[in-house]
């Protein structure tokens, strides 16, 4: 430990001494006539030590400031979200497999015992519903949505992006401990309800959730309650850093949506202008 450390320590603890006591009382007085100087006490060295053991012990035992839950939740997001993972998700009586890697933007989910899959290239995605037609139109954004809207548009179609949108929940409070296949953490309960017209963004606008963290700081499983429809959709996330590979489907089998193919039409049907 440096002279300045100690010294710093010292004076902390003997700030609060009794107010009978004099530490200065064995420093002789100055002779009259020369110029004062500051005075130094001598203590031994191993009262010095014992001092600073003392005080150290003190510092150490004071109470450490611990982060939020939202921060937790935050935290996880992060660190969930620049690795690659696979899901498995449910809504009601359906279920989806997905894999994702946030860092190389790609991403599949499918539903299972359906014929159906989107494809997460970027900016774009690619969804194919029974068939061989992939329709391709640019990812899902509801950045301008309100929170619980958003959730609720995100959360089967694209995890990777409802991850995201929790971090701005602000409602988090821990729930106690949450375990699954070997794994243990926490639990972090949280809620949210959207103002307005209910009718303007689906049948839902209040959500009660959770979100179990494990021990590695890992999202391991997110639950959203939508109170107003009663359905229930759980995610769970795991086999971090298995690598994800996801290829566009070919261009012949590539289209744009209904609405931009009768737009095209409408545009090819106009004669040239002479």
């Not at 400031?65 to 620049?82: C, I, K, L, Y």
């Not at 900016?123 to 329709?135: C, F, H, N």
């Not at 992006?161 to 988090?172: D, G, H, I, V, W």
């Not at 009718?199 to 999202?219: H, L």
């Amino acid at each position: 430990m440096t002279e300045t450390a100690v010294r710093a320590l010292l004076i902390r603890a003997t700030e609060d001494r009794p107010p009978d006591i004099d530490l200065m009382t064995a420093v002789p007085a100055a002779p009259a006539g020369r110029e004062r100087r500051r005075s130094r006490v001598l203590v031994p060295l191993g009262v010095a030590a014992a001092v600073v053991l003392a005080v150290s012990v003190t510092v150490l035992a004071l109470p450490v400031g611990q982060p939020s839950a939202q921060a937790q939740v935050v935290a996880a997001v992060e660190n969930t979200s620049r690795q690659s993972y696979r899901v498995h998700g449910s809504s009601g009586t359906r279920a989806f497999e997905g894999a994702f890697d946030p860092v190389q933007r790609v991403g599949v989910i499918t539903a299972v015992g359906e014929d159906a899959e989107t494809r997460f290239i970027g900016d774009l995605m690619y969804v194919r519903q029974g068939g061989t037609t992939w329709e391709v139109s640019p990812r899902m954004e509801v950045a301008d949505a309100p929170l619980a809207a958003a959730v609720i548009k995100l959360v089967i179609p694209d995890p990777a992006q409802t991850l995201q949108r929790l971090r701005s929940a602000t409602s988090f409070r821990k729930d106690g401990a949450a375990s699954g296949d070997g794994w243990t953490g926490t639990r972090f309960i949280f809620s949210l309800t959207d103002k307005g017209d209910p009718k303007a963004a689906g049948s839902s606008r209040t959500i009660a959730g959770a979100v179990d963290v494990d021990d590695q700081d890992r999202i391991r499983r997110v639950q959203l309650d939508f109170v107003d429809s009663g359905t229930r959709n759980v995610i769970t996330f795991g086999d971090f850093g298995v690598p994800v590979t996801v290829t566009a489907p070919p261009a012949s089998e590539v289209e744009p949506p209904a609405g931009k193919q009768s737009d095209k039409a409408a545009h090819s049907s106009e004669k040239p202008r002479k």
